[in-house]
Nanobody
Framework: QVQLQESGGGFVQAGSSLRLSCTAS????????VGWFRQAPGKEREFVAA????????FYGSSIQGRFSISRDNANNTVQLRTDSLIPEDTAVYYC??????????????????WGQGTQVTVSS
């Protein structure tokens, strides 16, 4: 069973930055397309960003508006999500997910095979 782990969340002021990381058991992250999603209280899970296994293809949710950047380090089996210019509306639990041994990430959470437990990001105004 593949296990994913997110880290890097926290409580920050608006305008701040955080770097979220996702890693997994085995080599699951380095061999897979990866997505980041988030879920705020009372809201549906929202697509944030995705990156292909090679790192050549990335895309973002419309609400991100150029403030976040996804990258990967396959040698270290990690994917990072840098979140800049945070606003209170970014407050949510952030999850990473993988499409196991498949090249691309997608925007649909149902396409993903494994999920982490999430890391809380709270942005105060």
């Amino acid at each position: 069973q593949v296990q994913l782990q997110e880290s890097g969340g926290g409580f920050v002021q608006a305008g701040s930055s955080l770097r979220l990381s996702c890693t997994a058991s085995e080599r699951a992250v380095s061999n897979s397309g990866v997505g980041w999603f988030r879920q705020a209280p009372g809201k549906e899970r929202e697509f944030v960003a995705a990156i292909s296994q090679t790192g050549h293809t990335t895309f973002y949710g419309s609400s991100i508006q150029g403030r976040f950047s996804i990258s990967r380090d396959n040698a270290n089996n990690t994917v990072q999500l840098r979140t800049d210019s945070l606003i209170p509306e970014d407050t949510a639990v952030y999850y990473c997910a993988i499409r196991y041994n498949r090249l691309h990430g997608t925007t649909d959470p149902d396409d993903y095979d494994y999920w982490g437990q999430g890391t809380q990001v709270t942005v105060s105004s």
